[in-house]
């Protein structure tokens, strides 16, 4: 049976932020056991829509929501992180890491895990340090300025990197096999062809 992970939905979610990670994960192709993973969506209440404008109705609730029966949890960005933030997403992150379950936080959600004290122990990155340090958090000294940090159970990743965001969601997960992770990333971040055919070694070089 595939294990869950879990995709944090909410107003203002940024879309583009967890689009490599979701498509990736539920994306069988190139997976070194595909289907082992499935994204299921979780949110507080009813129907949410994003910065972009797409509804989604959540698969669960956040309050029903047990680290032991996940994955990973997945926080993206939103406008909604900069102000009084989702305290209730901080504490079923905080719930998550205490079980050794793997929190992945991108852009606005940094700030999140940050007011709640979830980054003062652990290297992280966000969008930028300044961003971080308006939160008034106490883990400074751990910022790292990288597209994207992982840190044990944690990953954090700045909001212009989801694609660096994904690779460590999927390196966490051993989704894929190193080769083929490398080659995934090389290939949408240059565009290069060859990283192409290096993912699909049957369809032979190009003339």
């Given amino acids: 049976m595939a294990r869950t992970v879990h995709l944090f939905v909410f107003d203002t979610l940024a879309d583009?932020?967890?689009?490599?990670?979701?498509?990736?994960?539920?994306?069988?192709?190139?997976?070194?056991?595909?289907?082992?993973?499935?994204?299921?969506?979780?949110?507080?209440?009813?129907?949410?829509?994003?910065?972009?404008?797409?509804?989604?109705?959540?698969?669960?609730?956040l309050a029903d929501l047990d680290p032991a029966e996940s994955a990973m949890l997945i926080l993206p960005g939103g406008n909604v992180w900069d102000g009084d933030g989702i305290p209730a997403a901080v504490e079923k992150a905080r719930e998550f890491l205490a079980a050794g379950v793997p929190v992945a936080a991108i852009c606005g959600a940094t700030a999140g895990l940050a007011r709640g004290g979830l980054l003062d122990a652990a290297a992280h990155t966000s969008n930028a340090a300044g961003y971080l340090q308006a939160t008034g958090y106490g883990g400074a000294a751990r910022y790292r300025a990288d597209p994207a940090v992982t840190d044990g159970s944690l990953i954090t990743a700045s909001g212009t990197a989801p694609l660096e965001f994904a690779r460590e969601i999927f390196r966490r997960l051993e989704l894929y096999e190193p080769r083929m992770l490398d080659a995934w990333y090389a290939l949408f971040k240059t565009g290069d062809a060859s990283h192409f055919y290096a993912l699909e070694p049957g369809a032979g070089q190009p003339a």
């Fill in 16 to 61: 583009w932020e967890p689009g490599y990670a979701v498509a990736g994960i539920n994306n069988p192709e190139y997976q070194t056991q595909p289907g082992r993973y499935r994204v299921q969506t979780v949110g507080i209440g009813g129907m949410v829509t994003t910065i972009g404008g797409i509804t989604i109705v959540p698969d669960t609730k």
